[in-house]
């Protein structure tokens, strides 16, 4: 039996072997195991390794990661990260190109993914891994709601305008006000107006986020000042707590699957969501919608040129290979393989896997739209936005103990939206967390760290805007 630790290429051009090696994946989600054992078999055919997974939750597995890590130690050889967490983990990760040219393999870090995604793997210019699930947010609706000839009446006669998806902040509020308050089903009775997860654990910092980052916001000016309880932070937080009412009663404590399903029932007709409820909604298996739900871009705020939207990603995830790992040079085989164009693309086509693809040519593959051959002007819609989400979208925080930072602003902000404190009050404590925490971790480093990403963002036309707090 050959050892695990060969030459980088096989002999005359053959693939490298490692027989005997085990490698430990950290899959995060049963759906990314499912997604990565379809290429299990042929992993070990051509390299003989063979592919373990476990799947733990976030909290669990950046808890294991950091403390393992702390102590030179990694019990995985691939692992799956937010990129909120990169700063954190990249410290502990192998720059994957260096890694995959020694064994004269490449790497999807390069201009088929998608813009904004780019920074799920890149940290001060250096690529410590690869995209493996791009989680752009859409508001998905259901059409009838919106088409229903009564409804449009009404919603004219009420607000002035057109009952269509809404584009701003603002029209969300009407909406969801409209729904709440009709029977929009015309069977009797009335229900949600739309979705929102607002329960602790950055769910409410993600829903937060969105109208934040619309509003002009970015999270510190130059000098790491935090910009969370700027007007743009302030006005984000109003329109929550003024489509509160018409959201379920426990959408501040319920989980995300729970609310969703709601919406699979029809008992909702919009829900601002990730790209992964759009695919569960054409499934027969799970949806009551099937066949009657459309997607829209998340909503935005209105300016002289148009609507100005920044879609955040909210989660997604990137995949990266432990420096302390014992099997490196397998590691980057197989993960190489699973995340080239055409094993990438394949997992993202599967309904099961519930991937959102990071690679333009996945989305622009002819096969894409079989994803929902039934309905080719949904597979289309979803193309065309998810397209639009990679030039548009707000990047995650991305700087040392952004977890950290997350944690804090989602708890105050989820403090005010269950009634527990002043929104202003809210926003200033978040603030004067944030201060907190980048002084203990050295603000020098901090501010230093934090220009790279500010740099980043102007990149891709991402600038504070205090004048989009004033937009109606």
């Keep these: 039996m050959l050892a695990a630790t060969m030459l980088p290429q096989g002999v005359h051009g053959a693939p490298s072997r490692f027989e005997g090696v085990t490698l430990q994946v950290s899959a995060i989600e049963p759906s990314y195991a499912y997604a990565m054992r379809k290429f299990a078999d042929e992993i070990q055919t051509k390299y003989g390794i063979r592919v373990q997974f476990d799947t733990v939750t976030l909290e669990q597995s950046f808890q294991r990661d ?31 190109v260096p890694l995959a040219k020694q064994y004269d393999l490449t790497v999807n870090v390069g201009n088929d993914v998608l813009p904004t995604y780019r920074t799920y793997y890149t940290w001060d210019n250096v690529a410590y891994g690869v995209p493996f699930d791009c989680g752009g947010r859409f508001l ?83 000098q790491m000042r935090p910009l969370i309880n700027s007007r743009a932070g302030l006005r984000a937080l109003e329109n929550m707590l003024a489509v509160k009412k018409y959201l379920p009663s ?5 989980t995300n699957p729970a609310l969703r399903a709601l919406f699979m029932r029809g008992e909702a007709p919009m829900f601002t969501t990730w790209g992964s409820t759009a695919e569960i909604a054409q499934d027969r298996s799970a949806s009551g919608i099937v066949g009657n739900i459309s997607l829209a871009l998340i909503p935005g705020v209105k300016t002289s040129e148009g609507v100005s939207r920044r879609p955040v990603f909210g989660a997604g995830w990137a995949a990266g290979i432990p420096k302390y790992g014992a099997h490196k040079d397998a590691a980057i085989h197989a993960l190489a393989l699973l995340t080239d164009a055409a094993h ?25 739209p079989r994803k929902w051959a039934n309905y080719p002007g949904y597979a289309h819609q979803y193309i065309d936005l998810s397209l639009k989400n990679g030039e548009l979208g707000m990047p995650d925080l991305q700087i040392p103990g ?57 990149r891709l036309g991402i600038t504070y805007r205090p004048e989009l707090a004033s937009a109606p």
């Excluded at 950091?66 to 102590?71: A, D, I, T």
């Excluded at 229900?191 to 916001?217: K, P």
């Excluded at 426990?250 to 319920?254: F, I, K, L, M, R």
């Design 66 to 96: 950091m403390l393992e890590f702390s102590g030179g130690r990694a019990s995985h050889d691939i692992v799956l990260f937010l990129p909120s967490a990169l700063p954190d983990y990249s410290r502990s990760l192998e720059p994957v």
């Design 140 to 222: 998905a609706y259901n059409q009838a709601a919106f088409t229903r000839p009564e409804n449009r009446q009404a919603f004219k006669a009420k607000y002035g305008y057109e009952l269509i998806p809404p584009q701003t902040w603002a029209q969300y509020r009407d909406t969801a006000e409209f729904f709440a308050t009709t029977d929009w089903t015309g069977r009797g009775g009335t229900r949600a107006g739309t979705i929102e997860v607002w329960r602790r654990g950055l769910w409410a910092w993600v829903w937060w986020l969105d109208r934040f980052a619309a509003y002009g916001g970015v999270y510190f000016d130059s």
């Design 250 to 254: 426990d959408a501040a404590t319920s």
């Design 344 to 368: 990438q693309t394949a997992m993202d086509e599967d309904p099961k896997a519930l991937m959102k693809p990071c690679r333009i040519s996945s989305l622009r593959d002819p096969g894409y």
């Design 402 to 458: 952004a977890v950290e930072y997350i944690t804090a602003a989602d708890l105050q902000i989820n403090l005010a939206v269950t009634g527990q404190k002043d929104p202003r009050q809210a926003l200033d404590d978040a603030a004067t967390e944030w201060t907190k925490i980048t002084d203990r971790l050295g603000r020098p480093q901090q501010q230093r760290l934090w220009s790279i990403q500010n740099t980043g963002l102007k």
